[in-house]
């Protein structure tokens, strides 16, 4: 069975060709796609027999909707999907003033391991397809009727560890037939895999490339993020200063502030010192407590980031929203995980 729903425009046609079907079947299809067709029945304007065809050759994923939180605060909406083969994964709709933003899950977990996060707890059970990861966006759309302009790839899962699955999804969401959705409007967030940060960079794509740095000195990040050891810290901002002389596109940098590990002055100091010179942008994130790990929320986000304002970093500190549902990814499906 193919999986119609991953195939390009570009592909959907040479498929469609080598079955006798014109050159104009593979938009009409490609577009029902993209309008949430949920079965190859509801294509009413393919003849009956394609679509049996369709049917006997093509498998289309549609998740199901197995949870669903709304936050009374500020309209985020919070998503457990079961996928066909019964793994959940978790979108979050957040609407800014910039626009409805989707953050979506690459993976069944995840292998990286880092300390603070509920998505490595119990390991990376599989990769996500690049239609599993497209119906993320297109059902958060239609369930809530929010019109999705903005993708972040901050859910479950390390994209740059899933790599040619999440290539394909940016190119099928910034496709005009399909999502329509700007690179400039996509931020891809890596715990700094450098390799795969060098190859992304070649493809010199405008989205935003959000690294989750969380400590500027090695022995704290190799802690709390067993992917620095063998890289550290310095090579990886070597690495980002690389992908922006590629791309032109400035790193963001993502900082969890956690209460006596990453929050000192002294390491304020150090991430200035490191990023001296570098067009970059630090994202402080306070912490979001997981009921399985011992770290605790920062109370110094203020003067952390006074401090860093004060050697001239551009810095922002991350709006929290939906905190009445606890919207950081990862938690409803350990939820889920612990209940069955
Ligand atoms: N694997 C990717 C993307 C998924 S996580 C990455 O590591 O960047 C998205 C962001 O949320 C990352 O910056 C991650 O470090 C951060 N994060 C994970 N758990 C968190 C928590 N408990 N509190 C605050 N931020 C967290």
């Known amino acids: 069975m193919v999986d119609i729903k991953s195939m390009t425009p570009e592909e959907l046609a040479v498929w469609l060709k080598e ?13 029902w796609l993209y309008r949430g067709a949920a079965s190859f ?15 006997e050759t093509a498998r289309l994923t ?4 197995a949870r669903k939180q709304v936050s009374q605060q500020d309209g ?50 599989r990769d996500l397809t690049p239609a599993e990861m497209i ?20 859910g479950i899962g390390e994209p740059l560890d899933n790599f040619d699955t999440v290539l394909r999804f940016l190119t099928l969401v910034n496709h005009p037939d399909g999502l ?34 969380h400590a500027p000195d090695d022995e704290t990040r190799s802690k ?36 006596g590990v990453n929050d000192a002055d002294w390491q304020a100091d150090l991430l200035a010192k490191r990023l001296w010179g570098v067009p970059a942008h630090v994202n402080l994130i306070p912490l979001n407590e997981v009921e399985e790990s011992p770290l605790k929320p920062s109370r110094r986000v203020a003067a952390f980031q006074k401090r860093l304002e004060g050697h001239g970093v551009t810095v922002t500190v991350r709006r929290k929203l939906g905190g009445d549902i606890d919207a950081s990814c990862g938690q409803l499906r350990r939820e889920a995980m612990k209940e069955t």
């Open 19 to 31: 079955q006798g079907e014109p050159a104009f079947r593979a938009r009409q299809v490609f577009k």
């Open 224 to 259: 709390i993020m067993p992917v620095n050891r063998g890289i550290g810290v310095e090579k990886l901002v070597e690495v980002c200063s690389r992908y922006f002389e590629r791309t032109g596109r400035r790193v963001s940098y993502e900082y969890a502030m956690i209460d």
């Open 135 to 154: 119906d993320q966006v297109l059902w958060t759309q239609i369930d809530s009727g929010a019109p999705i302009s903005n993708i972040v790839l901050m």
């Open 76 to 125: 985020t909406i919070k998503y457990l999907w079961r996928l066909t083969d019964g793994n959940c994964v978790e979108s979050v709709l957040m609407r800014y003033q910039h626009g409805n933003t989707v953050c979506v899950s690459c993976q069944v977990g995840c292998r990286m391991g880092c300390a603070f996060c509920a998505s490595t707890i119990a390991g990376k059970v």
């Open 180 to 213: 329509n959705i700007g690179m400039r409007h996509i931020s891809l967030s890596t715990c700094g895999l450098t390799e795969q940060i060098d190859k992304l960079a070649q493809y010199e794509l405008q989205l935003t490339l959000s690294v989750s740095l």
């Open 62 to 65: 549609p998740p199901e909707a």
């Open 41 to 55: 029945e509801e294509m009413t304007d393919l003849s009956k027999a394609l679509r049996r065809r369709l049917e």
